[in-house]
């Protein structure tokens, strides 16, 4: 986790208002349940990172959400098994917020979260995705992958270590 700065005052309390107004929403009942407690600084945490310390709330997009879920979120010390309610908690807020007319992508921004949730269950358990290579890999005596019929080691790889 990494911290985007200090969040400006007036986007603090339009956060604040924001998640109060949503956690007396039916919409909220369920799926603040699942986390429990920390519901409310949960999207506060998850607000404020999508913003990046600067942007306007209702701005947000696809990008931020990501980063804000798997790398500010996915991190923060919840009790056993609330960090499986989160996507759901998360997705009906952004949802919500386009219902009340404060995001114009809220529910398109919640499917992305739905989509992800799987992901993010994994990142917040401590288990990162296995990168794998799409080629094989080259030897320092295979041919050249460039075709010039020379051995990798004399052709291409010299000039990578230039």
């Not at 600084?41 to 942007?55: E, W």
């Not at 306007?56 to 609330?82: K, T, Y």
């Not at 952004?94 to 398109?108: I, S, T, W």
């Not at 799409?134 to 990578?160: E, F, H, I, M, W």
Request: glycine share 8%; aromatic share 4%.
């Amino acid at each position: 986790m990494h911290d985007h700065g200090p969040v400006p005052d007036h986007i603090v309390e339009k956060i604040d208002l924001w998640v109060s107004d949503f956690m007396e929403r039916p919409a909220a009942a369920e799926p603040a349940g699942r986390v429990g407690a920390d519901a409310p600084a949960v999207l506060v945490a998850f607000l404020q990172s999508a913003c990046h310390g600067h942007d306007d709330p209702a701005d947000v997009e696809g990008h931020a959400v990501s980063h804000a879920l798997f790398d500010h979120v996915a991190p923060l010390a919840l009790p056993a098994g609330a960090h499986d309610g989160v996507p759901s908690l998360v997705a009906a807020f952004l949802a919500d917020l386009q219902e009340v007319g404060r995001m114009a992508d809220g529910r398109l921004l919640a499917a992305q979260v739905r989509a992800s949730a799987s992901a993010y269950r994994d990142r917040a358990a401590g288990r990162t995705p296995q990168e794998r290579r799409v080629a094989p890999k080259v030897g320092r005596n295979d041919p050249c992958p460039c075709g010039s019929g020379q051995k990798y080691k004399r052709c291409c790889l010299t000039a990578l270590d230039g």
